[in-house]
């Protein structure tokens, strides 16, 4: 007990075991949740300082910058500052852990597309599903809602869950609130959106560069606990070399899926190369993506006690 109330290093492995305990048990209610006042920032930002279409490229990086500099970075220092001065800033910490992980909401969506589904109810599963896409989903068959359904809960626990996870543990929270609200910028700014291209792009690089790493541990996890043979031999085959479309080809050769394809953004048909395994998706596939999600955390959470543990164990020897 001296030894958990004295050491950093087991302190943060002890608080970031409960957040995923309580993430994993509990969904904050999307109504008071604190990042749903961001998601509502960013869109109102983006409606007064979007420039037109017939303004330059330049005008609308530099908007879009400033923009997302504004709502992001005086609250990050002050969070940070006012975690340092509280009296028992554990608390906060997991607070803000908690608040930026929110993996339970994407859970909870992806479950009732597969309840949705189990019942032959297609529109309640379109209705569920558009809630973690940007996709339009109006036209989306049985076989596509299950497709975006699990490309999202995959990329999701590579981007979101992992990214925070990890920034977490390498540099504490202030910089996985930071992280999680220019992830939480770059999709609310969707590059595919009419006339955010070139606005959310000083975002979508800088999310893109701080995502790297952790995207791609989450997906390499996802494929140790699920046919790591199969999925590195998928992405080795991907065509198309962007980091989506190769996570979706570890991921999806993991689960011998294939994954991709053409989906519709605003009304405009974009056709996306089909990574992954050599099948197409089955309903089953949805219980099967879950488990490995499920499994892909447990083999995270291990391998970083054992971290840990042995840092600890090196530092205090």
Same mark, same amino acid.
């Given at each position: 007990?001296?030894?958990?109330?004295?050491?950093?290093?087991?302190?943060?492995?002890a608080?970031?075991?409960?957040?995923?305990?309580?993430d994993?048990?509990w969904?904050?209610?999307?109504?008071?949740?604190?990042?749903?006042?961001?998601?509502?920032?960013?869109?109102?930002?983006?409606?007064?300082v979007?420039?037109?279409?017939?303004?330059?490229?330049?005008?609308?990086?530099?908007s879009?910058?400033?923009?997302?500099?504004v709502?992001?970075?005086?609250?990050?220092?002050?969070t940070?500052?006012?975690?340092?001065?509280a009296?028992?800033?554990?608390?906060?910490?997991?607070?803000?852990?908690?608040?930026?992980?929110?993996?339970?909401?994407?859970r909870?969506?992806?479950?009732?597309?597969?309840?949705?589904?189990?019942?032959?109810?297609?529109?309640?599963?379109?209705?569920?599903?558009?809630?973690?896409?940007?996709?339009?989903?109006?036209?989306?068959?049985?076989?596509?809602?299950?497709?975006?359904?699990?490309?999202?809960?995959?990329l999701?626990?590579?981007?979101?869950?992992?990214?925070?996870?990890?920034?977490?543990?390498?540099?504490?929270?202030?910089?996985?609130l930071?992280?999680?609200?220019?992830?939480?910028?770059?999709?609310?700014?969707?590059?595919?959106?009419?006339?955010?291209?070139?606005?959310?792009?000083? /975002?979508? #690089?800088?999310?893109? %560069? +701080?995502?790297?790493?952790?995207?791609?541990?989450?997906?390499? &996890?996802? @494929? =140790?606990?699920?046919?790591?043979?199969?999925?590195?031999?998928?992405?080795?085959q991907?065509?198309?070399?962007?980091?989506?479309?190769?996570?979706?080809?570890?991921?999806?050769g993991?689960?011998?899926?294939?994954?991709?394809?053409?989906?519709?953004?605003?009304?405009?048909m974009?056709?996306?190369?089909?990574?992954?395994?050599?099948?197409?998706?089955?309903?089953?596939?949805?219980?099967?993506?879950?488990?490995? /999600?499920? #499994?892909?955390?447990? %083999? +995270?959470?291990?391998?970083?006690?054992?971290?840990?543990?042995? &840092?600890? @164990? =090196?530092?205090?020897?």
């Amino acid at each position: 007990m001296d030894a958990l109330l004295h050491s950093p290093l087991l302190q943060n492995l002890a608080l970031l075991l409960v957040v995923i305990a309580i993430d994993s048990l509990w969904r904050w209610p999307p109504k008071y949740h604190p990042l749903t006042v961001f998601r509502l920032l960013a869109a109102g930002m983006a409606t007064k300082v979007k420039p037109k279409s017939t303004d330059s490229p330049s005008q609308h990086r530099i908007s879009g910058a400033l923009g997302a500099i504004v709502l992001i970075v005086p609250f990050t220092v002050l969070t940070g500052l006012l975690v340092t001065m509280a009296e028992y800033p554990l608390f906060f910490e997991a607070v803000i852990l908690l608040c930026v992980m929110d993996f339970a909401q994407v859970r909870w969506h992806y479950n009732a597309v597969v309840t949705a589904l189990g019942r032959e109810k297609k529109v309640l599963a379109r209705e569920m599903v558009s809630h973690i896409v940007a996709r339009d989903c109006d036209r989306l068959s049985d076989i596509g809602i299950a497709k975006a359904a699990m490309e999202s809960l995959l990329l999701r626990f590579c981007y979101q869950f992992c990214g925070v996870v990890l920034w977490f543990l390498i540099a504490g929270p202030v910089a996985a609130l930071l992280y999680r609200l220019l992830l939480l910028f770059s999709w609310q700014w969707h590059w595919r959106k009419p006339g955010f291209y070139w606005f959310a792009l000083p /975002v979508r #690089r800088v999310t893109r %560069l +701080l995502s790297l790493v952790p995207a791609f541990t989450g997906a390499i &996890l996802l @494929a =140790l606990s699920t046919h790591p043979v199969a999925g590195f031999k998928a992405l080795s085959q991907a065509k198309s070399r962007d980091s989506t479309s190769l996570l979706l080809a570890l991921c999806g050769g993991s689960l011998g899926i294939r994954l991709g394809g053409p989906a519709i953004y605003s009304g405009n048909m974009i056709r996306y190369s089909r990574v992954g395994g050599h099948r197409e998706v089955r309903f089953s596939d949805m219980t099967h993506c879950r488990q490995a /999600v499920t #499994r892909a955390v447990l %083999l +995270l959470l291990g391998i970083t006690v054992v971290i840990f543990s042995a &840092l600890h @164990a =090196l530092y205090a020897f």
